[in-house]
């Protein structure tokens, strides 16, 4: 689209979080913005493209830093982001005035909305602000929606836009990143790799000694439903799940017991072994495949879900952790 001079003004980015959708979208305002363009594609040398992705945004609480466009230190390339996971009519009806105006320095302006499937979260709904701009965006301004769930945004929105959608990133190639990026062992970088989903966003940002940590914990679980049938250590660990301190990691070690329980029941039915997403604890995993049944693990990971989904009418989390427990001892 670039080399024949063909991009649509309005762009809908579509994927999972942290494949590369904003940096994606970044890397086409450079293309447009940079002074010694390459095929097409942003040198990453000149004042242009150092300047074009290199933000300062708010941190305070004050909605009042959202209300705006945020530029990064190019004047052209602007980028609308959340206040409280919602993107405020301000910010939009700013970016429809920016939008507007003629480019400062480079051939065209552009304008990013992060988390897009928060534009509708507002009662001062901001999607419909932005529906005319999309609908007849001015010639020289492109306006790029990122977003993880589309679903989210309305269909007028969506029908607006061309869509381009994101693959998960094969593992072997967060590999490549991480031992690159983070120095990473091999071993590291294969479960980190394989942790991600396809997102290399996630796995750059895992702690891997805390996911050990709280994947100790969650083994204990295993091996209370499966070797030991201990109840007490359920609760109590329900209890320590519940904690204050370790609120915020609650819902990560759902998912790391959900991974647990996903790598057993892949044993018990014979899968390929390259699946195992614990593979560095696959001797631990297979002692519990043997006591297990694919059945009973089937509906311990449906029964989580289920779980998850009655958080979004405030049940009480301790209470809905020591019936999953206990649902799932039998």
């Known amino acids: 689209m670039l080399a024949a001079e063909r991009l649509p003004h309005s762009l809908l980015l579509v994927g999972a ?71 405020l009519v301000d910010a939009i009806r700013e970016l429809e005035r920016e939008a507007n105006f003629r480019p400062f320095e480079a051939k065209a302006r552009f304008f990013i909305i992060d988390d897009a499937e928060k534009l509708s979260a507002a009662k001062d709904n901001a999607a419909n602000a932005l529906l005319k701009t999309l609908e007849e965006p001015p010639p020289s301004s492109y306006i790029f929606l990122v977003t993880s769930r589309p679903d989210a945004l309305l269909p007028t929105i969506r029908s607006r836009c061309q869509t381009v959608g994101f693959a ?4 072997k190639e967060i590999e490549i990143v991480l031992r690159r990026t ?48 201990d109840r007490v250590v359920l609760l109590r660990t329900a209890e320590e799940m519940n904690d204050a301190k370790n609120k915020d990691n609650y819902n990560q070690s759902l998912e790391i017991l959900e991974t647990l329980i996903h790598d057993v029941w892949n044993l018990t039915l014979g899968a390929d072994e390259e699946k195992i997403v614990n593979a560095d604890i696959k001797t631990n995993l297979k002692k519990f495949a043997e006591s297990a049944e694919s059945k009973r693990l089937a509906s311990w990971l449906t029964e989580i879900e289920k779980m998850r989904e009655s958080f979004a009418v405030n049940i009480n989390r301790k209470i809905a952790t020591d019936a999953l427990f206990m649902q799932m001892a039998g």
Not at 56 to 80: L, Q, R
Not at 187 to 196: G, H, N, R, T, V
């Open 168 to 171: 998960p990133v094969e593992a």
């Open 17 to 87: 979080e942290g494949v590369g959708k904003k940096h994606f979208a970044l890397e086409i305002a450079k293309a447009f913005v940079c002074q010694s363009p390459k095929s097409g594609a942003a040198c990453d040398v000149c004042s242009a493209c150092r300047r074009a992705d290199n933000f300062t945004f708010p941190k305070s609480d004050k909605n009042d830093d959202f209300k705006k466009v945020i530029f990064s230190e190019h004047a052209d390339v602007g980028m609308v982001i959340p206040y409280n996971n919602i993107i």
């Open 182 to 229: 983070k120095n990473a062992s091999p071993a590291d970088a294969e479960l980190l790799a394989k942790l991600a989903r396809g997102s290399v966003g996630r796995a750059l940002g895992i702690d891997l000694g805390k996911f050990r940590e709280g994947r100790d914990t969650m083994l204990k679980v295993l091996e209370s439903l499966l070797l030991k049938e």
